[in-house]
């Protein structure tokens, strides 16, 4: 089952903020995100490991709220070069590396 | 380092033709995916190898086959392609199974089934 990602679009302009959320219906071992350009591939931005850990890139953070079963993407001062799609990835209780991906929120950057 | 690497890049068949999706990676990793992205669908997990020798379904594995080669290639074969099959297939590699690794994609092929 797809975790839920909201909201499925948004239209920022440079300098604004951004929360992408991601919400799943099962226990998760960890959550990945990525961000994917018109005709590229997905590229990492982000994991958030059960119990704390996160690794990933300097102008984006998030939180993992295991309990929930939730996480969330925080971009702050939101430059042209972060529009695309974002993509949340979550990884079951036992940690066996599959991937379920949500389906994505679409971000564009207006100057 | 190329990181992942697939062939071909774009690729039109007729409805009952076969064909091979080739991948390789060239990073040492244990383990390797092959993902469908369709419109609004998001990602979504065909099959994939946690290590050399293995391999597991994922979520929409009806039609297609794999096979891991060696720890580097990794292919997806359609037996028999359908119009239901067009889609833009991504191959990955992550390091370390269950350690949370992130996933490096391949820059995708493109594939339209008439």
């Known amino acids: 089952q797809q975790p839920v990602q909201s909201p499925q679009a948004v239209i920022l302009r440079e300098g604004e903020d951004a929360v992408i959320n991601c919400s799943s219906s099962k226990a998760l071992y960890s959550v990945h995100w990525y961000r994917q350009k018109h005709g590229e591939a997905p590229v990492f931005l982000m994991i958030?490991?059960?119990?704390?850990e996160q690794k990933g890139h300097e102008k984006i953070s998030a939180s993992f709220n295991e309990k929930k079963q939730q996480s969330s993407l925080y971009l702050t001062a939101s430059q042209l070069s972060y529009s695309g799609t974002y993509f949340c990835g979550t990884e079951n209780q036992f940690g066996n590396e599959k991937l379920t991906f949500g389906t994505g929120t679409r971000l564009t950057i207006i100057p | 380092n190329a990181g992942v690497t697939q062939t071909p890049k774009f690729q039109v068949l007729k409805t009952g033709q076969s064909m091979t999706l080739q991948c390789a990676q060239d990073?040492?990793?244990?383990?390797m995916y092959w993902y469908r992205q369709d419109p609004g669908m998001g990602l979504r997990l065909i099959y994939y190898s946690a290590s050399e020798g293995t391999t597991d379904k994922g979520e929409v594995p009806n039609g297609y086959n794999v096979s891991r080669l060696n720890k580097r290639e990794f292919s997806l074969r359609l037996e028999s392609a359908a119009p239901s099959q067009t889609s833009v297939y991504f191959c990955?590699?992550?390091?370390?199974?269950?350690?949370?690794?992130?996933?490096?994609f391949g820059p995708g092929t493109r594939l339209t089934v008439l």
């Open positions: 990955a590699s992550s390091g370390s199974p269950g350690q949370g690794a992130e996933q490096f």
């Open positions: 990073m040492n990793h244990n383990s």
């Open positions: 958030l490991l059960k119990g704390g």
